[in-house]
């Protein structure tokens, strides 16, 4: 199997729900050793995360010295590192003239910069190693602006930018950058708040699947497995040409405006 990832070393960002815990158990699955970081670790993954060898780190991706002691601490596995998923993020809906400056910073911290860090972080041990693959999970909305959330739309443009420019930096240490770009995924922490919040849940359901022509199609939104397979596509030896790619996984949304519902 070329997606086989034993002996192989994963530190994977807000692994505890949503798009990371599927990685993280997608990727426990294919081999690898997992160690995820996130501000409110679960403790209903114990079980599970415990039987893949999955261990769980409380890590505010905010904070330098949490990042650096969550790659740290997944060194001695198997004597190196191999996978890094940037994973943790958090929407920021809201004009710009309406949004406080803290708003803006909060957005960028978990969103960007947990990524600038994991990558600071990792990539010398990534390199000494021989090489590896980063992957960072930005969104459909880092590809196409979104009228209603500019912060979080330009954070996650700018995560597709860093994977590109990451890519050339360090293609000759055989480090490949890469990111993915869902659209709306079910069971996330980011949808189920916006449904929950919502006047009428089940109507702001169905606009997340009507958003995507395809999602539209099939009567459901993207799932966390859906992109975790993406994820450990890039991971994996299948994908050892693949670098500075920006992986659409929106059923469509990002192609522009989709026809009529008939």
Same mark, same amino acid.
């Given at each position: ?22 990685? =993280?158990?997608? @990727?426990?699955? #294919? ?16 079980? /599970? ?20 002691? /969550? ?12 996978? @890094? ?17 803290? &708003?803006?910073? &909060?957005? +960028? ?9 994991? %990558?600071?972080? !990792? ?7 021989? !090489? ?9 909305? !880092?590809?196409?602006?979104? #009228?209603?959330?500019?912060?979080? %739309?330009? %954070?996650?443009? =700018? /995560? ?16 490949? +950058?890469? %990111?993915?770009?869902? !659209? ?19 109507? #702001? #359901? ?21 992109? =975790? ?34």
């Amino acid at each position: 199997m070329r997606s086989d990832l034993t002996g192989r070393t994963a530190v994977i960002t807000g692994g505890s729900r949503g798009i990371g815990r599927a990685a =993280a158990i997608m @990727l426990a699955q #294919a081999g690898a050793r997992v160690f995820t970081g996130d501000l409110h670790p679960r403790d209903e993954n114990g079980e /599970l995360f415990g039987s893949l060898g999955i261990t769980e780190l409380t890590c505010d991706v905010r904070r330098e010295s949490d990042v650096r002691q /969550l790659v740290e601490r997944a060194l001695p596995a198997n004597g190196g590192l191999h996978v @890094l998923v940037s994973n943790a993020g958090i929407s920021m809906a809201g004009q710009v003239p309406d949004l406080a400056a803290k &708003d803006w910073d &909060d957005c +960028f911290d978990t969103n960007l910069r947990a990524a600038f860090l994991l %990558s600071k972080y !990792g990539i010398p041990h990534l390199r000494a190693g021989g !090489g590896g693959s980063v992957v960072f999970v930005s969104s459909n909305a !880092g590809l196409l602006p979104r #009228a209603h959330d500019p912060a979080y %739309s330009t %954070s996650k443009a =700018a /995560l597709v930018a860093l994977a590109r420019s990451l890519a050339l930096c360090h293609a000759a240490d055989r480090i490949r +950058f890469n %990111s993915v770009c869902p !659209g709306p995924v079910s069971e996330t922490g980011l949808i189920d708040d916006a449904v929950l919040a919502a006047a009428d849940p089940k109507a #702001a #359901a169905e606009a997340f699947i009507e958003a995507s022509p395809l999602a539209r199609a099939l009567g459901r939104m993207i799932t966390p497995e859906e992109v =975790a397979a993406a994820i450990l596509y890039l991971a994996s030896d299948t994908a050892a040409l693949v670098t500075g790619t920006a992986l659409r996984i929106d059923g469509g949304k990002s192609l522009g405006v989709p026809p009529a519902s008939e």
